[in-house]
């Protein structure tokens, strides 16, 4: 099984610097499989609790070189809850690469677990009889410190419902759960890799150093 490494977290830096100094990024140095998978983009300022600034992928399986060159600048750059990632925030940021695995059909919603599993959800809005879904990643209901019952809450809300949220309607969720594997890496610790296996710093016009 292919469980997300380091090499995958620094060929998003790459896409993304690439993207800035309208360059080609360097070929990656992990090996091609099919995956779904995850991009997430936070900000760390004066060391206070990463923020997000963007969180986006598939949940349908894709090939993994395409799908985080795709996903490090759509995460990066489109998330429409968030303005685009612009360069002087380069030194702040870290990302984190999420590859998901072992789906199941869950038995209701609550059959899932806090911190080990991811969760898809899938109802119909009573008031306009559509089709809703969405997905919160296995490490977003603990870090939040939620209750099963407030993570699909707020999940339902995500799917883009705004009407009362009723028992009778939790009842009617269809749930998906799933795990995943996860690698973060700072952009300090980004330049230190590139200096360390490419011999030299990378740089970003506009940028300030990696090294602050």
Same mark, same amino acid.
């Given at each position: 099984?292919?469980?997300?490494?380091?090499?995958?977290?620094?060929? #998003?830096?790459?896409?993304?610097?690439?993207?800035?100094?309208?360059?080609?990024?360097?070929?990656?140095?992990?090996?091609?499989?099919?995956?779904?998978?995850?991009?997430?983009?936070?900000?760390?300022?004066?060391?206070?609790?990463?923020?997000?600034?963007? #969180?986006?992928?598939?949940?349908?399986?894709?090939?993994?070189?395409?799908?985080?060159?795709?996903?490090?600048?759509?995460?990066? !750059?489109?998330?429409?809850?968030?303005?685009?990632?612009?360069?002087?925030?380069?030194?702040?940021?870290? #990302?984190?690469?999420?590859?998901?695995?072992?789906?199941?059909?869950?038995?209701?919603? !609550?059959?899932?677990?806090?911190?080990?599993?991811?969760?898809?959800?899938?109802?119909?809005?009573?008031?306009?009889?559509?089709?809703?879904?969405?997905?919160? !990643?296995?490490?977003?209901?603990?870090?939040?410190?939620?209750?099963?019952?407030?993570?699909?809450?707020? !999940?339902?809300?995500?799917?883009?419902?705004?009407?009362?949220?009723?028992?009778?309607?939790?009842?009617?969720?269809?749930?998906?759960?799933?795990?995943?594997?996860?690698?973060?890496?700072?952009?300090?610790?980004?330049?230190?890799?590139?200096?360390?296996?490419?011999?030299?710093?990378?740089?970003?016009?506009?940028?300030?150093?990696?090294?602050?």
């Amino acid at each position: 099984m292919v469980s997300a490494n380091r090499e995958m977290v620094v060929y #998003c830096f790459d896409t993304l610097l690439a993207h800035y100094n309208s360059e080609q990024a360097p070929p990656p140095a992990f090996d091609e499989g099919q995956h779904p998978l995850f991009v997430t983009w936070k900000k760390v300022v004066n060391g206070l609790e990463p923020r997000l600034r963007g #969180c986006i992928g598939t949940l349908e399986a894709r090939c993994l070189i395409n799908g985080f060159k795709d996903y490090a600048l759509t995460s990066a !750059l489109r998330d429409r809850r968030f303005p685009p990632i612009q360069v002087k925030e380069l030194p702040y940021l870290e #990302c984190t690469v999420s590859i998901l695995t072992d789906y199941e059909t869950a038995l209701h919603y !609550l059959d899932w677990e806090i911190g080990k599993h991811g969760i898809i959800i899938e109802f119909t809005d009573p008031d306009y009889n559509t089709r809703q879904n969405a997905t919160y !990643l296995p490490e977003v209901a603990a870090h939040e410190g939620w209750t099963k019952m407030e993570t699909i809450d707020s !999940l339902m809300r995500k799917a883009g419902y705004n009407g009362t949220i009723t028992e009778s309607l939790r009842k009617r969720i269809h749930l998906t759960r799933y795990r995943s594997t996860i690698f973060t890496m700072h952009y300090s610790d980004y330049i230190s890799y590139v200096k360390t296996t490419r011999g030299a710093a990378t740089s970003v016009v506009g940028a300030k150093p990696g090294n602050h």
